[in-house]
């Protein structure tokens, strides 16, 4: 990406890096920072923080509750989730409910945009936990693989800096994450364990929508000495996110 011009009272101008500041909130999700911003859009720090406090001001950015990072605010998010993101009709909800009677462990429901996992639906039981770096960081979360294996070039969703290890045993490496989205091409589930937080596990399955492409994740959490459990429940999970699909997508 080239160099950005300093922002002047040259509207389009001014009105072309808030809208991609959006874009890049949005991509990056939860909690990225000015210096983030700047960097992914190749702006000057100084242009960055003006934008980001006019964004603000106009509530179509938030900041995080500690200050340091920014999210998409309540006039941009409502057009934003009224456009994109799927409703769950009482069908859908009933297929939740069961499914979490059955298994006992958390179960959550994503679902993809381009470049970002969504929490759809959260087990009322079990918080979802580390939503901030599940939300953002594709390559750490069993839904995040799913998200990148379906994709035709998944290098493309990354960053393009170095990839962040959020833990000891996060794959940073593309080569390394490149022969684990293979396993999950061909075994058709994702399973991550104490690479999004140390103690934390998670089996993922896709949910596809009506053109057969993979479009969200049905996902089961629980602690990582209990991998094996969760990963038993791949077939159940499976058959539920058969039932999910034509009631979300």
């Given at each position: 990406m080239s160099p950005r011009r300093e922002?002047?009272?040259?509207?389009?101008?001014?009105?072309?890096?808030?809208?991609e500041i959006l874009e890049t909130v949005a991509a990056l999700g939860l909690g990225v920072t000015a210096k983030e911003i700047a960097s992914a859009l190749h702006m000057p720090p100084a242009t960055a923080y003006r934008l980001l406090n006019a964004l603000v001001a106009e509530e179509y950015l938030v900041r995080t509750t500690d200050l340091r990072g920014f999210g998409l605010g309540a006039r941009l998010n409502g057009l934003v989730t009224t456009a994109s993101t799927p409703s769950l009709c009482r069908a859908a909800r009933s297929c939740l409910d069961t499914i979490r009677d059955e298994v006992r462990f958390a179960v959550h429901l994503m679902v993809f945009q381009t470049a970002s996992v969504r929490v759809l639906d959260a087990d009322p039981?079990?918080?979802?936990?580390?939503?901030?770096?599940?939300?953002?960081?594709?390559?750490?979360?069993?839904?995040?693989?799913?998200?990148l294996a379906a994709a035709p070039s998944w290098q493309r969703l990354l960053p393009r800096t170095p990839l962040r290890a959020l833990t000891p045993h996060t794959i940073t490496n593309l080569a390394e994450l490149d022969d684990l989205l293979n396993i999950v091409r061909n075994g058709h589930f994702a399973v991550q364990r104490d690479q999004l937080e140390v103690s934390l596990a998670c089996a993922a399955v896709p949910i596809t929508d009506g053109d057969g492409e993979v479009a969200g994740a049905l996902c089961i959490a629980g602690p990582s000495a209990r991998t094996d459990a969760l990963v038993a429940h791949i077939d159940k999970l499976r058959s539920h996110a058969n039932q999910l699909a034509p009631l979300i997508f």
């Open positions: 922002t002047s009272q040259h509207h389009p101008t001014t009105v072309s890096n808030s809208l039981d079990h918080p979802v936990r580390a939503e901030r770096e599940l939300v953002r960081h594709l390559h750490a979360s069993a839904a995040g693989h799913l998200l």
